[in-house]
């Protein structure tokens, strides 16, 4: 069941059984003044007083239960899951942006100047003309370092945190969770790679999407399309 749903159904229970509480409670005080308006009237007044106080106490302390050892675990559970994906979209950024650094001709590179680079604004003005091409032609012919390995590698390690979300977490908006479901299947095009050239032509196009922000159904640059899925999870 959604969590929206059960969202729903507890606050009912709650407010029916907070209800219930005040009109079949012993002291008459507030039953009374309530009763001045409307009360439904009864041949026994007493016993279904009884019957619904108790039904009332049990249904408020069942939801403070489930409160307390299933929805509070749930949600704590979801942010760290939440959390470490996060980390791991990061992780997966900054070795995919160094790759790409070092395979454009960068001998050496800082810390400061990846985490600049992650910027789609700045990563699209660094690597627009001749940085992307030159990176392309080293992912397809350079056998001697690992720029597409190392990059297949971190593709796979996010993709194996996206697949453990979608199989432990109940994700309640149906677009999200399919939108999470392309997203693992294109990761799983990268770590599929080879050094063809229509092939990293396909990996350079994915990864220029991903970093730029650039959406082909909108023509649109600069949104990090990927953090703001990972954010609604």
């Excluded at 059984?17 to 009864?42: K, T």
């Excluded at 675990?73 to 959390?83: C, E, S, W």
């Excluded at 003005?125 to 971190?154: I, M, R, V």
């Excluded at 095009?189 to 229509?198: F, G, I, N, Q, S």
């Amino acid at each position: 069941m959604k969590r929206r749903t059960i969202s729903i159904i507890l606050a009912g229970v709650t407010i029916s059984s907070a209800l219930g509480l005040i009109l079949a409670n012993p002291d008459p005080f507030v039953r009374n003044e309530l009763c001045n308006l409307w009360c439904p009237r009864s041949a026994n007044p007493q016993f279904w007083n009884a019957i619904i106080f108790d039904l009332s106490v049990g249904a408020i302390s069942s939801v403070i239960f489930y409160l307390l050892l299933v929805a509070l675990p749930d949600t704590r559970r979801h942010q760290k899951l939440k959390r470490s994906l996060l980390r791991r979209y990061e992780e997966f950024r900054r070795e995919c942006v160094s790759q790409l650094l070092y395979a454009s001709g960068n001998a050496s590179i800082g810390m400061s100047e990846v985490e600049v680079l992650m910027k789609p604004s700045s990563f699209k003005d660094h690597f627009y003309g001749d940085p992307w091409q030159t990176a392309a032609s080293a992912f397809n012919y350079d056998e001697h370092h690992c720029y597409l390995e190392d990059t297949k590698l971190a593709a796979q390690r996010f993709k194996a945190e996206v697949d453990y979300v979608l199989d432990q977490v109940d994700i309640d908006d149906d677009e999200i969770f399919e939108r999470l479901k392309l997203l693992s299947d294109s990761l799983d095009r990268l770590t599929r790679t080879t050094r063809e050239y229509d092939s990293v032509k396909s990996l350079f196009r994915d990864l220029w999407a991903i970093f730029t922000g650039w959406d082909f159904s909108d023509g649109q640059y600069g949104r990090d399309r990927i953090r703001e899925l990972l954010e609604a999870i």
